[in-house]
T-cell receptor, first 113, second 112 residues
Framework: ETGVTQSPTHLIKTRGQQVTLRCSSQ?????VSWYQQALGQGPQFIFQYYREEENGRGNFPPRFSGLQFPNYSSELNVNALELDDSALYLC????????????FGPGTRLTVL | GNSVTQMEGPVTLSEEAFLTINCTYTATGYPSLFWYVQYPGEGLQLLLKATKADDKGSNKGFEATYRKETTSFHLEKGSVQVSDSAVYFC???????????FGTGTSLTVIP
């Protein structure tokens, strides 16, 4: 069974640029969630995709957007980067349902200068 | 709304000591509760979970019981090891099954 993978591992961008982060979900999972984890904090929910449709969104501005593909992999796009966007971005895959565990990837460390 | 509150760290224990990390929650429905562990430079790994009141989750010597009356899900281990050093996150999942709410994490260091 292949786990959740994310790319790239690290990324450095400058303020105002755009970034795309990628996630491959675990085999058999149809749902992908994205989280932002600032240094020393717990992960904060950005949004979730289920069967290529957005299925819930946290308190993040529209410049955070996403996609899910037919193979259930996903992208997180962030436009007009700000310094506060520097964080670890985590992707989690799951089956959609009550009590289902989310399985996390290793994350992408984004630094905005 | 939904939220999770964890005891603040960092926590430093000697090997073989007893561990308790407190977690309380606020939820509008009937959430599932989770403990995740994060080792340095890695993503989150599921440690244990409970999906209804009075359920006990357990794994690798760690235990936590879903207490609806006190809205708590405290993590315990009878004898910690150096390899348990990590950051521990308590989390809840809404009864719709999508969004997870995490606490701020508790850093544990176990010294030989």
């Amino acid at each position: 069974e292949t786990g959740v993978t994310q790319s790239p591992t690290h990324l450095i961008k400058t303020r105002g640029q755009q970034v795309t982060l990628r996630c491959s979900s675990q085999s058999g999972h149809n749902t992908v969630s994205w989280y932002q984890q600032a240094l020393g904090q717990g992960p904060q929910f950005i949004f979730q995709y289920y069967r290529e449709e957005e299925n819930g969104r946290g308190n993040f501005p529209p410049r955070f957007s996403g996609l899910q593909f037919p193979n259930y992999s996903s992208e997180l796009n962030v436009n007009a980067l700000e310094l506060d966007d520097s964080a670890l971005y985590l992707c989690a895959s799951s089956s959609l349902g009550f009590g289902d565990t989310q399985y996390f990837g290793p994350g992408t460390r984004l630094t905005v200068l | 709304g939904n939220s999770v509150t964890q005891m603040e760290g960092p926590v430093t224990l000697s090997e073989e000591a007893f561990l308790t990390i407190n977690c309380t929650y606020t939820a509008t429905g009937y959430p599932s509760l989770f403990w995740y562990v994060q080792y340095p430079g890695e993503g989150l790994q599921l440690l244990l979970k409970a999906t209804k009141a009075d359920d006990k989750g357990s794994n690798k010597g760690f235990e936590a019981t879903y207490r609806k009356e006190t809205t708590s899900f405290h993590l315990e281990k009878g004898s910690v090891q150096v390899s348990d050093s990590a950051v521990y996150f308590c989390a809840l999942s809404e009864d719709t099954g999508n969004q997870f709410y995490f606490g701020t994490g508790t850093s544990l260091t176990v010294i030989p």
